[in-house]
Structures are given as C-alpha cells and as structure tokens.
C-alpha cells in the first residue's frame, strides 16, 4: 500500500466521523446513473477511515477549549489547559496515526490574542495527521489537513460551535461486506464542517449536537493492491448530519443511507 502526500488550502475547517465500515442491514436503491449499493457500501467504508483524523482532532481541540468539564459543574474555559494548549504545536499520537494541532486565539473583534484570556471569543486550530489504520477487516495509510474555527469560548457559553474544511487522503484496502473480495482504494476528498455544536460538558453529552459533515469525493478502485489497474471510479457526494446521538446518519449519493456509531466505528446500512 503506497501513502500518498496530500495539498491542503488552509481554510477555516473541520472532520468529524468514524474508523471504518463494519456490517449492514435493509435495503437502498440505485442511483440513476448507475452508482449501485456496493459502490455506496465502498464510498461509506472509505468515508469512516477519512472522517477518523478528524474525529480524533475535532474532539481533541474541543477538549482542550472546554477544559474537560466534568459532573454537574457549571461549563467553563480551563485557563490553565487552554495557555498550555496555546504556547505551541500539541502532538500526539492515538495507535498509528500521528495529530499534530496549531492554535491562535482571538477576541470578539477579530483580533489576535497572545494566548487564552478574559477576552478570548474563537480559535482557530490547524489540523494535520498522518498514520496508518489496521484491523482485520481494514487496512489504510492516510492524510489528513485543515483548520477549524471554533467558536463560543467565553465562560458563559456552555457549547463550542464548530465550522471550517479539510482534505482527506486514503489509500486503502478492505473486506467487502459479502466478505467474499478485497476491495483496493485510493480516496481523495475535500470536506465542509458547518455548524457543529458540541457542549463543554462532555460528559453531559460526547457527541455532536447539531451541524452537517459534507464530503465531495473522488475514490479508484483498483483490482490489485498494486493500485495499477483501474476498476472503476467515482465522483460521490457524503453527508453526516450529527443530531446529539451515538448514531448519526450518513448519505451517500442523497440515496444510500446509513447509521455511524461513533463509539465503535461501525456503519450500518438504515433500514427503510
């Protein structure tokens, strides 16, 4: 599996999602154009491995915003957290895969801070990460760059809103859902994170609000992992729209539809 290096316009941004594809259910139609279930089923499962990066560094910037506010208390800004988390690039490592995140603060009007503070109103957070995923079903070198812009810092606010774009690079292979093929991928996507909120208080509530997670894609498939003979290609639209739950519905296409567990990684196929 080759990895690839990816070109990244920084815009204000964000991803949000899961690990990979992992079982179905129920039954969705045709596109008119032709674009079937399985090429939906494989557009879905390399949706999950791209939204992963930004799962990890969505929800880590956010924590280190919120403070990590715990129990009953009151939502707040962790001043302490958010000067440390300010001073410099924060990297770290989840298994394979590498985040490294970048932060500038500013106030109400728009101008920047030296660091967190009374005044501090959004940050913008650059997001990059690089790594490998691996499982016995999905195997993938991924990239994964942008910035996103969050808002909603003041002490008295209770919910981080989030907004922004990313571009996603996935070079994959994977089991079908059938089980009986391996499937070979390459992926590129830019994506638009609009209006994600998401409470301070994680323990209240980990997951997403509100907001939408738009993906244009262009993915190959290739009949070998020499990824030199093409099989077919796509160009698919995805869109996750986050609703407070563990479970929020991804589209692919406006016709294929499914469930992402964003506590397991797994995405299964609605049912009608």
């Known amino acids: 599996m080759r990895s ?8 204000a941004v964000a991803c949000a999602g899961v690990l990979f594809l992992a079982g179905c259910s129920g039954n969705n139609p045709v596109n008119p154009n032709g674009f079937t279930l399985a090429d939906a089923d494989d557009i879905a499962a390399q949706a999950g491995v791209a939204a992963a990066a930004g799962v990890v560094t969505n929800m880590s ?3 280190g915003a919120s403070g990590g506010v715990s129990g009953s208390a009151a939502p707040r800004f962790t001043p302490l957290r958010a000067g440390s988390f300010a001073q410099a690039e924060t990297t770290f490592t989840v298994g394979a895969i590498t985040y490294t995140l970048g932060v500038t603060f500013y106030d109400a009007d728009g101008n920047a801070l030296s660091g967190y503070g009374p ?16 499982s016995q079903q ?9 910035s996103l812009d969050v808002s909603g ?4 606010l209770d919910t981080l809103v989030m907004n922004g774009a990313c571009s996603d690079s996935v070079d994959a292979s994977f089991t079908s859902l059938d089980g009986t093929r ?10 638009v994170l ?4 998401l409470l301070k208080n994680r323990q209240a509530n980990p997951y997403p609000l509100s907001g ?4 244009v894609v262009h993915a190959v498939r290739y009949r070998s992992n020499q990824f030199a003979e093409v099989e077919k290609t796509w160009d698919a639209t995805v869109v996750i729209v986050f609703d407070g739950t563990a479970t929020p519905e991804l589209t692919v296409n406006g016709a294929f539809h499914y469930r992402l567990n964003l506590v397991t990684g797994a995405v299964v196929r609605a049912v009608a």
């Open 4 to 11: 690839h290096r990816i070109r990244m316009p920084l815009a």
């Open 61 to 63: 910037a956010a924590d």
């Open 119 to 134: 005044l501090a109103h959004r940050m913008l957070v650059t997001t990059r990460a690089t790594g490998a995923v691996a």
């Open 138 to 146: 999905f195997n993938a070198s991924l990239g994964h760059a942008g």
């Open 153 to 156: 810092l003041e002490a008295s």
């Open 182 to 191: 391996t499937r070979y991928f390459i992926w590129r996507s830019g994506a």
């Open 194 to 197: 609009t209006d994600a909120a």
């Open 212 to 215: 939408t997670l738009s993906y």
